[in-house]
């Protein structure tokens, strides 16, 4: 990729428009059909940023013709009742989608949790099984946020076969399976955590980087290849993502808003992923 003077913006505002759009006809189909696709969001504790995700998922698939559910559960919830919890809402035929809003207090054993969402249901990606079929290549649903990451690089099509693909990062919901969808896509992946040394050669390297780190404005301009694909996955509080936007996008290729980039795609895979859910709950019955 050539550098251009300014880059190509990656809009995830109008991206997620049109994603939605789509996903709204399925849902009105499935409607007519007695069926409203429905969202469950487990949302422990009162984080109040994580509040505001949960709101804003419940709005989006109440837009899109779309039921969802909170679930709430206070801060001092015990792995087993969460546990009872989940397994109320995979007996429940009137949830298609489960969500549980990561991360989870501290007493809480997140992998008991999230494995024990049924498959069919794991609209998030989250269970051992999705993330094994996300790494080899077949999920039904692999994570909401890498799926959006590859939803922009296809859009924008921005190639991946032969590139080399850098993310920051290696969290269960993110950066780990994002580095599996690009492997899956023929790029060459390294991927980076808080023990790697000499971060910024490994960056300097990237065709795309994939910031997921989880710390705000932390990907400086200065380790940016001119003309990589730069995506920010980053949610740090005041909407602030992982990358000095200001600074990589003076040397970038393309690039993604916080906000306006991967959130609003985030969003509008999980609506996809559950009405896809609930229509193959629906031709199971
Ligand atoms: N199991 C699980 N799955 C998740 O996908 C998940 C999660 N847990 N925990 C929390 C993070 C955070 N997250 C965001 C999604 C959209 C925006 C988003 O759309 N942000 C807007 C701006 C937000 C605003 O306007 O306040 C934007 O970037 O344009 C942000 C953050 C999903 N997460």
């Known amino acids: 990729?050539?550098?251009?003077?300014?880059?190509?913006?990656?809009?995830?505002?109008?991206?997620?428009?049109?994603?939605?759009?789509?996903?709204?006809?399925?849902?009105?189909?499935?409607?007519?059909?007695?069926?409203?696709?429905?969202?469950?969001?487990?949302?422990?504790?009162?984080?109040?940023?994580?509040?505001?995700?949960?709101?804003?998922?419940?709005?989006?698939?109440?837009?899109a013709a779309m039921a969802s559910r909170i679930v709430r559960l206070d801060a001092q919830t015990t792995t087993e009742e969460l546990l009872a919890c989940i397994a109320q809402l995979?007996?429940?035929?009137?949830?298609?989608?489960?969500?549980?809003?990561?991360?989870?207090?501290?007493?809480?054993?997140?992998?008991?949790?999230?494995?024990?969402?049924?498959?069919?249901k794991d609209v998030d990606g989250v269970t051992t099984l999705g993330f094994g079929q996300t790494a080899f290549g077949f999920a039904r649903y692999p994570s909401c946020t890498p799926a959006a990451i590859m939803a922009l690089l296809?859009?924008?099509?921005?190639?991946?076969?032969?590139?080399?693909?850098?993310?920051?990062?290696?969290?269960?919901?993110?950066?780990?399976?994002?580095?599996?969808l690009?492997?899956?896509?023929?790029?060459?992946?390294?991927v980076c955590h808080s023990h790697t040394s000499e971060l910024e050669r490994h960056v300097g390297m990237a065709d795309i980087v994939v910031a997921a780190v989880g710390r705000p404005r932390f990907v400086q301009g200065s380790w940016i290849k001119p003309g990589a694909a730069v995506l920010d996955a980053g949610y740090n509080p005041g909407n602030v993502g992982d990358v000095d936007y200001a600074a990589?996008?003076?040397?970038?290729?393309?690039?993604?808003?916080?906000?306006?980039?991967?959130?609003p795609v985030t969003i509008a895979k999980l609506l996809e992923h559950t009405v896809a859910a609930a229509e193959a709950q629906v031709a199971e019955t």
């Open 1 to 63: 990729m050539n550098k251009n003077e300014t880059p190509t913006i990656l809009d995830g505002t109008a991206l997620a428009a049109e994603l939605r759009q789509r996903v709204q006809e399925r849902a009105e189909a499935l409607a007519s059909t007695g069926t409203v696709p429905t969202l469950a969001t487990i949302l422990v504790g009162d984080d109040p940023a994580s509040a505001t995700y949960v709101r804003m998922k419940a709005n989006a698939c109440r837009k």
């Open 182 to 190: 690009l492997l899956e896509r023929n790029a060459t992946v390294t």
């Open 90 to 120: 995979n007996r429940d035929p009137q949830v298609h989608g489960i969500l549980l809003q990561h991360p989870v207090p501290p007493q809480i054993d997140e992998r008991r949790a999230f494995d024990a969402i049924a498959p069919l």
């Open 154 to 180: 296809e859009h924008y099509r921005i190639d991946l076969r032969g590139r080399h693909a850098v993310v920051i990062g290696r969290s269960p919901i993110l950066g780990k399976p994002a580095a599996m």
């Open 248 to 263: 990589c996008a003076a040397r970038a290729g393309a690039i993604t808003p916080v906000p306006g980039g991967v959130g």
